[in-house]
């Protein structure tokens, strides 16, 4: 079952994409649960040193104001967000419930441009992401050494997007193309997934168009090729409305959106 | 042969070059030694000549090898921190009446339609430091490919006449869009082509190999990125510049690369703060000829850090009179509010179109991240508002292009589907909406020599640099603090 049904049953909609009200909210918020929903982002400046600003969007089928910014990818103010997270525990830093692991996805449609004052909370202070950095360039690394298995690496991308996130997939293309440089495998297989089953959150019909697998399928594969992957290996393929995986984050909805290496040794 | 090492006089402790070497003449019969020093506006700027001796004669970065008496010389010129200032086209003029080189009707007029013996002809040349680039329409690729123009262009305004023009502009049987763009120096290069890391982040892709060399392109080449290499870059200006028909010769190629990557420029002294490697500091162009290039600021490498010097107590002895300590006690302030004084930055495609989210609060050295040179290991590709609608300063003088993108395209992150521009830079490359407006960030050595600045020469000053930031990003400086990040501009 999608995430969105169980997160909202939309009454009333006075028109397209607007959410009047729903009947999750006397319940609140329950630690580890999945939440999804479409809001208006607003910026917190907290003004605290580089990068701790805090980003919040309230679900208005619930009512409860969420604390997005922990994602890899921040929201833009004007723009609204696809929110899919688990509540998470912490700190109060920014005024919201933390989602975390969260994903949040930057819509086309506009909204309210909206901004709050630090109001006392110090926000965010900005940590390396889970998989860290890659290293200069002028780093010698020695490739991994054997024995070599047929694996798999999943690189997510964000709603309606073939963007390669930064500070997450680079980690993982480069991991990818270090081992099948090593491994030298009988084939490796690229294959792009879009999410063309449409479902409904906040009021809101998603779907991802077919064309985007492709898209995100040639976007690793050249990257793989700039990363010194033999061309002759590669085979790139393009599908949809892949079944979720075990992502690392637990989250199964957006890694329907997904590139997938395979090796086979 | 004249030989430009006899020093004429000092200035602040630098000994200067004679003031009749102050112009370098293409063809003319000189020798480059290893060290090249001229006053500026705010002091002196260093050229370092690390394949000292140069002979310039037959030199093919000193020799016209076209017909329009060009050489490369012509526009990177030692003096002028191996950029070319406005000042100093003005001078041409006035010493030549009009007849230097340097006012080819290729790319030192207006357009070479106009009349070319009457100075207005040269307005942009002269007044803002501006040279003509005619980029194909539709756009080429990095390496010439054709690409598949995102957007429609249409010219609202032409002052030049060039973009209307049938032989020059769109209507031609060889459509060119006419932008104006300031040189960039050709010094500090190993800072230019450096590779820090092998991804861009604001594509997410690695960067591009260069066929040739099997090795990777920084991308932080010529303002629109329309070269991946030196190599590169020199055919394109023998080709545009020097009006030269048909393939370089890849022996002068050779020469003008192993010339040009053996060339450092840096402000060496201040009028007011003395020597720039004095009490404690590492500024001038020694050590930015030492140091390792690609390397990304951090806690262990801080930005600027050649003048942490200058804060720390001890810096000054009997010696320093109270108005050089004052000064260089700004310029430590400027460095350290380049690292530290964060602000809101908004609407900047190529920093808030990634996941940064938008805006997001950082400093100066978010995107001026690569240390000693003060370029983005990014690559530096960013629109920064300069020649874009509505954050451009008015330019009267300058094109103004209507760009419409194709709906089934991205619009620009910020803009939306029409965006007005002056000149839209890395979107000549790309073909992409997202890239409207997009000039690469360039280096920061040697600014004192070479005003006006950014691509479009809209700011005349160090001032009007850090004002342009003030009021885009509405940081709020205080007249103190654009004091320090002025200093601070002048003695890079």
Partial sequence: MRLAAIAAIVLTAASAGTVIAADTAASGPMAHSPVSFIACPVYRDTNNGRKSGCWLATDMATGVRYDIGGGRTKPQIGRD????????????????????????????????????????????????????????????????????????????????????????????LDDAARYIRASRPRHVEVTGYADTSPYVISGRQLIEPRSLGEQRAK?????????????????VNWHVDPAAINADDGMAEPSKRRVTIHIEI | MAVCVPLATSLVGVALSETSARWWAPGADQILPGSLSYADETG???????????????HPFFTPLGPNGRACVTCHQPSDGMSLSAATAQARWQATEGKDPLFAAIDGSNCPSLPQSDKDSHSLLLQHGLFRIARPWPPLEIDGKPVVAQFSIEVIRDPTGCNSDKVYGLPSPHPMISVFRRPRPVANLKYVTAVGYDFEPKNGLPLPIDAKTGRRMSGNILSDSRAGTLEGQASDAISSHLDVHGNSSAAEIKTILEFETHIFAAQSADFVGGLLNEGGALGGPVTLAAAKPGVLKSSQHPQWEEFDGWSKPGAANESTSLQQRTFRESVARGAALFRDRTFLVSDTAGINSMNFGNPTRDGCNFCHNMTRIGMDLAPGQVDLGTTNEPHADPQ???????????PKYPPHPFLGPVVYTHDPGFALTTGKCADIGKITIQSMRGLAARPPYFSNGSARSLRDVIEYYNRRYQIGYTEQEMQDLTNLMSVL
């Fill in chain 1, 81 to 172: 967000v696809l929110v899919e997270g688990v509540l998470g525990e912490g700190a109060n830093a920014c005024g919201g419930e933390i989602l975390l692991p969260v994903h949040v996805s930057v819509l086309q449609t506009t909204c309210s441009a909206v901004m709050l004052p630090a109001e006392g909370y110090p926000g965010r202070v900005f940590q390396v992401p889970k998989n860290g950095y890659l290293p200069p360039a002028d780093v010698v690394r020695p490739l991994p050494p054997g024995p070599y298995t047929s694996r798999d690496w999943h690189i997510e991308f964000n709603f309606q997007s073939d963007f390669l996130a930064y500070q997450y997939s680079e980690v993982i």
């Fill in chain 2, 396 to 406: 009267p003088d300058l094109p103004l292009f209507k760009l419409t993108c194709d």
């Fill in chain 1, 219 to 235: 976007m690793v594969a050249e990257a793989l090729l700039r990363l010194g992957v033999d061309p002759g290996l590669l085979h």
């Fill in chain 2, 44 to 58: 002196v700027i260093t050229i370092l000549n690390l394949g000292a001796p140069t002979s310039t004669r037959g």
